[in-house]
């Protein structure tokens, strides 16, 4: 029972574009989303969080959108660069625990120079 | 200001003997989570601890797996009687209070033999 889903394994931008991940979720009581971002061999990093009560976060390059009727998520990475290049990762919390995070299956960002 | 320590970085058992994985949360944080990520997937939600409680243990293994964060020292996650299906990638986070925005550790990688 995947209850956030990244159906995009994979995404390949041009430097100085616009990257965008998707992620989608099924559980209503989830309430608070994090994107996190991971190099190979090292742990995930926090990048960004929006609360449901938001439509929008925006911190520097980087901006969350949520969608609450769709269940939907997107991160927006504006210039793309190629240090952005990495696994991003979903993630929801909510309910009773907010310690407890469910994360998405993660989309491999590739930014070319 | 070190971040989230885990040790050992790699550990390789042989199956059926155990695995001890450890976990120094950032100074000030009190609350502690085990993730464990298999190849090719994201990382799926094991326990949440604070100092001698286990909070939530719904992702823990019915058997063979056990967590404890003691008043003084690292979190410790055991794994008894490893097999070769618990080789994966197993990260520690911690935060303050029981906040959403967990800062992870490296990771250990565990490789059954």
């Known amino acids: 029972d995947q209850q956030v889903k990244q159906n995009s394994p994979s995404l390949s931008v041009q430097e100085g574009r616009i990257s965008i991940l998707n992620c989608d979720y099924t559980?209503?009581?989830?309430?608070?989303f994090l994107w996190y971002k991971k190099y190979p061999a090292e742990g995930p990093t926090f990048l960004i969080s929006i609360s449901s009560i938001k439509d929008k976060n925006e911190d520097g390059r980087f901006t969350v959108f949520l969608n609450k009727s769709a269940k939907h998520l997107s991160l927006h990475i504006v210039p793309s660069q190629p240090g952005d290049s990495a696994v991003y990762f979903c993630?929801?919390?909510?309910?009773?625990?907010?310690?407890?995070?469910?994360f998405g299956q993660g989309t491999i960002l590739t930014v070319h120079p | 200001n070190a971040g989230v320590m885990q040790n050992p970085r790699h550990l390789v058992r042989r199956r059926g003997q155990e695995a001890r994985l450890r976990c120094s949360p950032m100074k000030g944080h009190s609350h502690v989570y085990w993730y464990r990520q298999l190849p090719e997937e994201g990382l799926k939600f094991m326990v949440y601890l604070q100092k001698e409680n286990i909070i939530d243990e719904s992702g823990m293994p019915k058997e063979r797996f056990s967590a404890e964060f003691p008043k003084e020292g690292p979190s410790i996650l055991r794994i008894q009687q490893v097999v070769r299906g618990d080789s994966a990638a197993y990260f520690c986070?911690?935060?303050?209070?029981?906040?959403?925005?967990?800062?992870f550790g490296q990771g250990t990688r565990l490789t059954v033999v």
């Open positions: 559980n209503s009581m989830f309430d608070y």
């Open positions: 993630a929801a919390a909510g309910g009773t625990s907010y310690g407890k995070l469910t």
């Open positions: 986070a911690s935060s303050p209070q029981g906040a959403a925005e967990a800062f």
